[in-house]
């Protein structure tokens, strides 16, 4: 799926969303870019969660090396489940930081 078809189709999806909110839902318009900020402040939070558990994962791969004397590649941590994992992990945070 080439990049334009996606954003049309998330284009669509949101505004089809935004549409069953408002008329649907009733709930208020202004409130919108409150979520938006609450959604990049998770994203946020989920890109630094990320960074912490690479530099947590290169420590003990570092520290394996180490101890047992063999070569361990880094490449052994990537994966797209980490991504999706620290992703969740920044919006559990930011809805937990939400209701201080």
Do not use: C, H, K
Not at 44 to 69: E, P, S, T
Not at 86 to 96: A, D, H, K, P, T
């Amino acid at each position: 799926m080439s990049e334009l078809n996606v954003i049309v189709l998330v284009g669509l999806t949101s505004f089809a969303a935004f549409l069953v909110g408002r008329r649907g839902l009733g709930l208020p318009g202004s409130a919108l870019g409150d979520a938006v900020r609450a959604m990049l402040e998770a994203v946020g939070m989920g890109a630094i969660f990320l960074l912490a558990n690479l530099v947590l994962a290169a420590l003990i791969l570092g520290l394996v090396r180490g101890a047992a004397g063999y070569f361990i590649s880094v490449y052994a941590v990537d994966d797209l489940a980490l991504g999706a994992a620290s992703l969740l992990q920044g919006v559990v945070f930011r809805w937990w930081w939400g209701r201080r």
